[in-house]
């Protein structure tokens, strides 16, 4: 099967879209580059250089802008940047070397379209998971509801979901080449927002993927480590999982401490409410590029607040502290405990919400707080 480029994309028109019902969103030119080979592939998150050595002091030879696909050659141990002392990770390109932060590890690895929705529930429809670097995203409809995507259309931005993002699907179309769309929204904290999307940029995902792990085993807790940024699961006191983690933030842009963002120490915290997938936005809705992450996999709230373990597909800066609250992990392991803690989560409609039940313990460790 073709590897997906934007040059593909604009190419798909829909049979009987009317240009009022169907909004072209961003600069989506014929000029944007196809997703290069490679097993190994990362996009960068902000505009970066490519250093001659891994080293922030060596010659730039390059500058590449945010969701650039580069081919990552392997990882190195370099001189780190003073802001992040301790992150000494780079990636080798074939350019250069850019620094591991920069950068989301994705894949490209495009699907057969489905030209029939399955049914799971009482309506036809399916979770997907992004499997490629992005989607470029055509909006259905003539004005974005989101603050945030409102943002991005009057700043030029083109939106898109991105690798490791779950959505879901409710609607199948082909278009006039022949090629499929899937019709895809947010389900759960959404503004309402829905789009038309390449169907090959989108995995299904079968309700025996999201099928619990050791359902019959009890005993089971986890704990965060604020001062270390880590976090751990256990099963009868036995360590089976072991990570870095982003938790909430102590301070804010201006270095100044703000205590709204910690993530709530104790131990008396249960995981109640679950979502596949959830869109989260907090704060003042008028600025919406504060605190809004559309589309976020594998949501496992715990305290008060929706503060949540769940999957990030927006920085790859472990072992800092960077949410506004949440325990910020990498996509397969949020993946994970989604499916191991309890409360079990049906695949239709993809949430659980059992306030007062007694789910997984969190056990959340600060010694700022002792």
């Known amino acids: 099967m073709p590897k997906i480029n934007r040059r593909d994309f604009l190419k798909l028109g829909l049979i009987g879209a009317s240009t009022a019902a169907l909004s072209k969103i961003g600069f989506v030119t014929g000029d944007s580059p196809s997703f290069p080979e490679g097993e190994r592939l990362g996009r960068t998150f902000w505009t970066v250089e490519i250093k001659q050595k891994p080293d922030p002091d060596s010659d730039t030879l390059k500058t590449v802008y945010n969701d650039n696909i580069l081919t990552l050659n392997r990882e190195v141990i370099g001189k780190p940047y003073s802001l992040y002392w301790k992150k000494r990770i780079w ?16 894949k490209n690895q495009p699907n057969q379209p489905l030209l029939e929705l399955p049914v799971y529930g009482e309506k036809p429809g399916m979770w997907v998971e992004v499997s490629v670097p992005y989607a470029d995203l055509f909006l259905i409809g003539d004005k974005p509801l989101s603050p945030l995507l409102k943002e991005e259309l009057d700043a030029g931005l083109p939106p898109r979901f991105f690798y490791s993002q779950v959505v879901y ?3 199948i179309q082909t278009n006039q080449s022949g090629d499929t769309l899937y019709r895809v929204i947010q389900k759960f904290g959404t503004y309402g927002d829905t789009f038309w999307a390449d169907a090959r940029a989108f995995r299904p995902i079968t309700p025996e993927e999201i099928a619990p792990i050791t359902p019959d085993i009890d005993n089971k807790y986890i704990v965060v480590d604020i001062n270390h940024q880590t976090m751990s699961c256990f099963e009868n006191d036995r360590e089976i999982l072991f990570t870095r983690i982003s938790s909430g933030a102590k301070y804010n842009y201006e270095g100044l401490r703000v205590e709204k963002w910690s993530t709530p120490p104790g131990d008396n915290h249960v995981v109640t409410r679950k979502y596949i997938s959830l869109h989260m936005a907090g704060g003042d809705d008028s600025k919406a590029s504060g605190y809004e992450q559309p589309a976020v996999a594998w949501t496992s709230i715990f305290a008060t607040g929706g503060v949540a373990i769940h999957s990030t597909y927006w920085h790859n800066n472990y072992g800092e502290m960077l949410s506004h609250g949440c325990v910020n992990v990498e996509p397969d392991v949020a993946k994970f405990v989604f499916r191991w803690t309890n409360p079990q989560t049906p695949y239709d409609p993809g949430v659980i919400d059992l306030q007062g039940y007694s789910g997984t313990k969190v056990i959340v460790i600060d010694k700022d707080f002792e």
Do not use: N, R
């Not at 250069?96 to 920069?102: D, T």
């Open 91 to 106: 990636y080798e390109t074939p350019d250069g070397y850019i620094p591991a932060i920069s950068v989301q590890p994705v």
């Open 169 to 171: 699907v409710d609607g």
